[in-house]
Every structure is written in structure tokens, then in C-alpha cells.
T-cell receptor, first 110, second 116 residues
Framework: GQSLEQPSEVTAVEGAIVQINCTYQTSGFYGLSWYQQHDGGAPTFLSYNALDGLEETGRFSSFLSRSDSYGYLLLQELQMKDSASYFCAVRDTGGFKTIFGAGTRLFVKA | DAMVIQNPRYQVTQFGKPVTLSCSQTLNHNVMYWYQQKSSQAPKLLFHYYDKDFNNEADTPDNFQSRRPNTSFCFLDIRSPGLGDAAMYLC???????????????FGPGTRLTVL
């Protein structure tokens, strides 16, 4: 079957750094994406990795290791507004189907 | 601003009474998706359109149908809603312009469906 595993929740303090891991097992792989979703809101795209390595976008970075079927999202200088759910998602073929992980709920404390 | 719009934001229906949710987009994207998301769960893909080509997920119940009359609009029809169909329904779009590179999806705000 196809599955993505990520921790159900993470808690960190304001100003800290947090890493959210994602391991995947899919029939194909065409890239790992990350989405943020605030309570009651829609998911918004954060980053995408198709090749091994680190992609940086401001306070957010995402890493991929295809040989390990593993990636992570790194959030730096945490702010209260970063409290949200974070989903990793795999595009499993050259088509458009995307499979989402169950999500990691991040709580940022003062 | 270019965006994905869903109407209504909240929909209440009765058990077994058909309901239609709508999605429109001004992004001119050729791919449109419908997801079902239940509380504290991941969005679950129901189907997607690539232009007019309809792609149904194998585990999407027959109770769920979709129409895409043109590039801008897509509808989700639930023929006989059951209590288990209460969820947030998310519409999303993407463009094949970056096919082979990435597939950023733009989500609408969702329609929260309640079944009484």
C-alpha cells in the first residue's frame, strides 16, 4: 500500500527551531511537498522537493533523501502564528494524484 | 486576486437529500481536484480533472459524482448523503505548466457539510 508517516503532534516554544519528519512508502515518487493548514482554513503550499537536498524559503526549509524515502520540514524562529497542522504529500506518478500524510499538529508556546 | 472560490462555505442537508457543492477558479489552471477532509485527518482525494479528463479514485464511493462544465467551474454532487459524509470538502487547482517539476496545489476555503 501507499503511506506517509509523520508525527501526530509537536510542541515547541516561540523562537525555537522545530523539525517535522515524514517517511513515505509509495508505488512511485515524483516529489515531496509540504502544506500548512490553520484550524478552519485551507491548506497552503509551503515547499517542494524532487531531488535530494535542502530547499530554503525564508524561515522554512525542506529536506529530501530519496534513498531513505524520508524528508523533513524545518521551521526556524518559531512564531505563534506557526501553530497549525503540517502535511507532507507525495506526488506518486507523473500524473497529478497527490497523497497526503495524516498531518502533524504544531503547538507553539510563548 | 486570482483565487479558488467555493460555495457555499457551510451546507446543511438531510440524510439522503442530494447536495451539490461548487468550486470556481480564476487561476486558469487545467487541473481541478476534490478532496474530503474529516476532523484531524488528511485530505483524501476523491477525484480530479485534467482538462476534461476525469480521474476517479478507486475507493471513492459511487455516491460521489463530479462535473466540470468548463475550465473555471467544477461541481461535486453527493447523490444520497449519509452521516459519514459529513466533512470539509476542499477544491484545489494546479497547472500542468510545471509538470515534471512540481505540482503546487491551490486550495479553496472549503465547504463544511453537515448531514442531519
Amino acid at each position: 500500500g501507499q503511506s506517509l508517516e509523520q508525527p501526530s503532534e509537536v510542541t515547541a516554544v516561540e523562537g525555537a527551531i522545530v523539525q517535522i519528519n515524514c517517511t513515505y512508502q509509495t508505488s512511485g515518487f515524483y516529489g515531496l511537498s509540504w502544506y500548512q493548514q490553520h484550524d478552519g482554513g485551507a491548506p497552503t503550499f509551503l515547499s517542494y522537493n524532487a531531488l535530494d537536498g535542502l530547499e530554503e524559503t525564508g524561515r522554512f526549509s525542506s529536506f529530501l533523501s530519496r534513498s531513505d524515502s524520508y524528508g523533513y520540514l524545518l521551521l526556524q524562529e518559531l512564531q505563534m502564528k506557526d501553530s497549525a497542522s503540517y502535511f507532507c504529500a507525495v506526488r506518486d506518478t507523473g500524473g497529478f494524484k497527490t497523497i497526503f500524510g495524516a498531518g502533524t499538529r504544531l503547538f507553539v508556546k510563548a | 486576486d486570482a483565487m479558488v472560490i467555493q460555495n457555499p462555505r457551510y451546507q446543511v442537508t438531510q440524510f439522503g437529500k442530494p447536495v451539490t457543492l461548487s468550486c470556481s477558479q480564476t487561476l486558469n489552471h487545467n487541473v481541478m481536484y476534490w478532496y474530503q477532509q474529516k476532523s484531524s485527518q488528511a485530505p483524501k482525494l476523491l477525484f480530479h480533472y485534467y482538462d476534461k479528463d476525469f480521474n476517479n479514485e478507486a475507493d471513492t464511493p459511487d455516491n460521489f459524482q463530479s462535473r466540470r462544465p468548463n475550465t473555471s467551474f467544477c461541481f461535486l454532487d453527493i447523490r444520497s448523503p449519509g452521516l459519514g459524509d459529513a466533512a470539509m470538502y476542499l477544491c484545489a487547482t494546479s497547472s500542468d505548466q510545471y509538470r515534471g517539476r512540481y505540482n503546487e496545489q491551490f486550495f479553496g476555503p472549503g465547504t463544511r457539510l453537515t448531514v442531519l
